[in-house]
């Protein structure tokens, strides 16, 4: 069994900041990508940031240069900074891993619970 755990969000004004920040647990292996999604009302869910194992980053467009994707991998934890936060950043975020179990050879994807950020005008 594997849960990803995120802390974090809350309601914040306009040019605020906020952490995230979410920890894998279980029988794991490995995590290869870890990343963060998010989705507004009404809207598809979208990448924000992703990291892997070795550090490399991406970042969605609208996010670049406010938000900070960093990792700790003998936590097994990923984190989000975002700064210059606007209300358009208003949206649940979730948090995903790309990992391998103890025993098993293939490669799974695991979602957090969701994290509600909230940025008032």
């Known amino acids: 069994q594997v849960q990803l755990v995120e802390s974090g969000g809350g309601l914040v004004q306009a040019g605020g900041s906020l952490g995230l920040s979410c920890a894998a647990s279980g029988s794991i292996v490995n995590i290869n990508v870890m990343a963060w999604y998010r989705q507004a009302p009404g809207k598809q869910r979208e990448l924000v940031a992703a990291?892997?194992?070795?550090?490399?980053?991406n970042y969605a467009d609208s996010v670049k240069g406010r938000f900070t994707i960093s990792r700790d991998n003998t936590k097994n934890t990923v984190y989000l900074q975002m700064n210059s936060l606007k209300p358009e950043d208003t949206a649940i975020y979730y948090c995903?891993?790309?990992?391998?179990?103890?025993?098993?050879?293939?490669?799974?994807?695991?979602w957090g619970q969701g994290t509600q950020v909230t940025v008032s005008p």
């Open positions: 990291v892997t194992s070795t550090g490399t980053t």
């Open positions: 995903n891993a790309n990992l391998r179990l103890v025993l098993n050879t293939r490669w799974y994807d695991y």
